[in-house]
């Protein structure tokens, strides 16, 4: 049976097709105030030391939602699934010798929606051309397609266009080579629902954690050390809350730098330039 479209690419680890070792969960869902209490902020009361009350889940939400946006923009990639539709320049020669390379403005991308030559800013119009997604060949970690043709779908079709048609050389006839915005893409990026690899779950539960302490510490661990003096006899109390509260944010902020240095070591690549 032919494929119609490009299937969706399993992001992590990127490219795999099957689990061999079902008992290793590498995937978690994105955190919720309810994992957010029984995880990292297990064992600490979340409640005013002022008036009694407990911190409402809404603000934990909050925090996590902010937790989210800091690892996308750490990582340049987005956690939950968003929706794409980008433009990039129609360039004859890419078509002719590159398969027509594209670099997508987002990568991580898991699924391509269309791929189409379209020379109007109406998105509701119908494209000049509608490419098979068949032909659509996916790098999703680095967020890169091609044009190339599918042995088993209509490759001569594919042929006759690309070397003497008109569908990939609309523009050849009056002589233009390039156009701006010419090739409209949209695709989908990002982790599905209950597939985040757990390292980014992780890490966005340490930042939320880090947050909610960092925030409300002194509501929740006001200072209680008490100092009695009577006749020149003096006494002083205090109990651990200050001190636990204190060495759970600094165990915190070194997890958050394990976590991050991980990731980063996944899904960004580094150089090392020793010389110019």
Known sequence: MSITRTPNITLNPVWSTDELNPRVER??????????RGGVLFGIPLTSAFDQ?????SQLQRYINEA???????LDLYITPVKFTEKHDYLRHNFTWNY????LNHPNVYSIQSVELSFTNDTENTP??????????????????????AFGTSLSGF???????????ALRAIGITNFPGGVRVTYE??????????????????IAGIKILSALGPVLFPQNSTS??????????STLGPAFFQNRLNDLEKQRATQTEAAKGYYQRSFLVDWF
């Not at 995937?27 to 957010?36: A, K, M, V």
């Not at 009350?53 to 889940?57: A, G, L, N, T, Y």
């Not at 989210?68 to 750490?74: A, D, K, Q, T």
């Open 100 to 103: 027509n390379y594209l670099k």
């Open 53 to 57: 009350s407990e911190i409402p889940d």
């Open 228 to 237: 009695i003096g009577i006749d020149g006899t003096s006494q002083s109390v």
């Open 68 to 74: 989210i946006s800091e690892v996308e923009h750490l």
């Open 189 to 206: 990026a990002g982790f599905p629902e209950g597939q985040c690899p757990a390292v980014l779950t992780a890490l966005i539960e340490t």
């Open 159 to 169: 042929l006759l266009s690309a070397f003497s048609g008109t569908q990939f050389h």
């Open 128 to 149: 000049f051309v509608d490419f098979p997604l068949e032909h659509v060949h996916l790098m999703p970690q680095e967020g890169v397609i091609q044009l190339v043709p």
């Open 27 to 36: 995937f978690n869902s994105i955190p919720t105030p309810t994992t957010l």
